[in-house]
């Protein structure tokens, strides 16, 4: 399985970002999938994640309320829309994929994720 993740950029605070993330290879729909971001210096932080079938998803308690991460089983994509971004929220976001989660789990630990995506960088400016 190989992961695209894009949609990143330079942002104002408050301003809204859409990331997309398509996988090649694999059956999509048997992945459970995730975000992540790190900055400089920093362990890989949970964002949210989504299971198989997508009615089943989790947030980073910082990112509740604000982040929705959905997906498209035909166009083999996830998203993660960000509405309210913060300057804290600036990192590069990856996203990964599990092919051993079963139906209804949402994966919240990074070990759990056999395939990454290359990262797309965030930059939120105050």
């Known amino acids: 399985v190989q992961l695209q993740a894009s949609g990143g950029g330079s942002v104002q605070a408050g301003d809204s970002l859409r990331l997309s993330c398509t996988a090649s290879g694999g059956t999509f729909s048997r992945l459970a999938m995730g975000w992540f971001r790190q900055t400089p210096g920093k362990e890989r932080e949970f964002v949210a994640a989504i299971s198989r079938s997508g009615l089943t998803s989790k947030y980073a308690d910082s990112v509740k309320g604000r982040f929705t991460m959905s997906r498209d089983n035909d166009k083999k994509t996830v998203y993660l829309r960000m509405d309210s971004l913060r300057p804290e929220d600036t990192a590069v976001y990856y996203c990964?994929?599990?092919?051993?989660?079963?139906?209804?789990?949402?994966?919240?630990?990074?070990?759990?994720?056999?395939?990454w995506g290359q990262g797309t960088l965030v930059t939120v400016s105050s």
């Open positions: 990964a994929a599990d092919p051993n989660a079963i139906v209804g789990v949402v994966v919240l630990e990074a070990y759990r994720y056999d395939y």
